[in-house]
């Protein structure tokens, strides 16, 4: 039998797609040659947003800058635990600027912000299990964030760090790979991670939920969950077989642009955890 799945109210951050395009491929999804459909990424992204505020959680949004194509990706600008937000630094340089943005953002909210000195893509890489043992927070690397900025986050969060290796380049952010569906259950795709990361999953999350490759690559594991209702992309219907079978209810919605640059919902959504 299924527990009740409850809902919790979230705040979230956003950038609207305005200036987003595939002008360099830094990711195996990006090919500068597929032609992306401005208007309908960015009309896909304000069916994204209606859906988060339907559900009744706050959106705040990011100012969008020209020269910044990959801003829309809001969750790779900090990672937000108990009010302190860890600020990014990117590992490309096309990137970098966007950090800026995320700070002036925070500060400007009045939350703690501490810049990085080490390299980390945000919630990204990073995701946050509130109930899991009192607040555990489970961190990627291999392909964005280093190993040190795990080291960094825990110093900064004062939360328990649990280093994760991704090994497959699809699958280049935590948040490709593995999703919290609420405070304490987590649903991954285990072969993007070493068979040592693995063997962590399986000892921390004996009952989470597993995808198999045609979730991952259909962007299955990058959602958002308030812990019921479960937003994510609609070509991926397995998963949404496989949340809905555990009690969620899965809220599938079109971003076929926004993929073309290597990211789905969870790419797009910040939470901001006060
Ligand atoms: N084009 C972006 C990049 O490669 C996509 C970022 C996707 N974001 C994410 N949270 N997975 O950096």
Redesign the pocket.
Known sequence: MNQPRIPRKRTYLLCPPEYFTVEYA??PW?DVTTPVDSELAVKQWYRLRETLLDLGHTVHELTPEPGLP?MV?A??GAFVVDGTSYGARFR?RQ?AAEAESHRAFYEAYGWRHVSPTETNEG??DFAYLPDAYGGLILAGYGFRTSAAAHAEAQEVLGRPVVSLRLVDPRFY?L??ALAALDDRTVVYFPEAFSPASQQVLAQLFPDAIRADEADAVAFGL?LVSDGRHVVLNSEATGMAAKVAAAGYLPVPVELSELKK???SV??CVAELRP
């Open positions: 830094i990711n990006m990959d990706y969750a790779n490309h990137r919630e990204g952010h948040d490709t990058n640059g290597g990211g969870k790419c």
